[in-house]
């Protein structure tokens, strides 16, 4: 497929009806500078659903969180559990329904759940008995993006700490719940000849595409962002009201989407399964 329209968006799970955290970035093919979707703007996480639900023509849109949760290593999300899913839409459908009422897409209702706290590590030194000592479960691409030297990922089953990324996909996974045969999600969906697609990104995997060291990869001043842009084949941004690395990790990622969209390796990792492919999932970009 020949995408012709790029976005990227930098999730948040933060609790409340807007998120500072979430940054929308589109582009066009070409060389023209990606620029921010109603720059300034609070967004809820139902706009963002809003908003791409409306989208029309061959986009590639990139969400930075995780849609799963470790399958491979247990053969469950949720060992011992009886409701434990078999596959992602699954897991997609028994967080929605435990945290229906909760407003904001948000998930505390489905992690303070009896059984489901037993798998995560939350505030207050509270971890569940079923999350194992250490760092917790990684999905396979995780493993993968550390081997590659991409980024250092951490569980989504760690819920504690500034660098934790649980709190944004648990709720993303009511996001994907909705989006869910409304557009196609890779690789659980296959790829259509034409209109959207959704993949799963890390912001970090661009930042170091671009020439940032690993391990620091946000950008908060207008120099750093052109450098990187350039990098990746793009012109200089416009300037922006504030550089923050939300903002900023959207801007680079849409420009890394459109840059590397062609590679026909990213769309067929080598480690991606058919089991995988229903179950973890895969974040493009992890070879």
């Not at 990922?153 to 409304?182: C, D, E, W």
Request: glycine share 10%; with cysteine; aromatic share 10%.
């Amino acid at each position: 497929m020949k995408f012709d329209r790029f976005a990227a968006i930098d999730w948040s799970g933060a609790a409340g009806a807007r998120q500072k955290g979430i940054a929308l970035a589109t582009c066009v093919a070409g060389e023209d500078a990606p620029e921010l979707v109603r720059p300034g703007h609070i967004w809820s996480r139902r706009e963002v659903l809003d908003w791409m639900l409306a989208l029309e023509g061959d986009w590639l849109i990139g969400l930075d969180l995780s849609p799963s949760l470790a399958f491979a290593d247990k053969g469950a999300f949720f060992p011992g559990w009886a409701r434990s899913p078999a596959d992602v839409r699954g897991l997609w459908a028994l967080v929605e329904d435990i945290a229906s009422d909760e407003p904001h897409l948000g998930a505390n209702r489905f992690v303070d759940h009896p059984e489901a706290s037993r798998h995560f590590r939350r505030h207050g030194g509270r971890c569940g008995d079923l999350f194992p000592p250490g760092a917790g479960r990684f999905r396979v691409v995780e493993d993968a993006s550390r081997e590659q030297g991409l980024c250092n990922p951490y569980s989504n089953f760690n819920l504690v700490g500034a660098a934790q990324v649980g709190k944004s996909s648990l709720t993303g996974m009511r996001l994907f719940h909705r989006i869910g045969g409304k557009l196609p999600i890779w690789p659980y969906d296959p790829v259509p000849e034409r209109g959207p697609v959704v993949i799963e990104i890390y912001t970090s995997i661009a930042a170091t595409a671009a020439g940032l060291p690993r391990g620091r990869t946000k950008i908060r001043d207008p120099q750093t962002l052109d450098r990187a842009l350039a990098a990746l084949g793009s012109r200089a941004h416009a300037p922006l009201g504030r550089y923050d690395d939300h903002a900023t990790d959207a801007l680079l990622a849409a420009a890394w989407l459109r840059a590397v969209a062609h590679d026909r390796a990213l769309w067929s990792p080598a480690k991606l399964t058919p089991e995988l492919a229903r179950t973890e999932g895969w974040t493009f970009g992890v070879r």
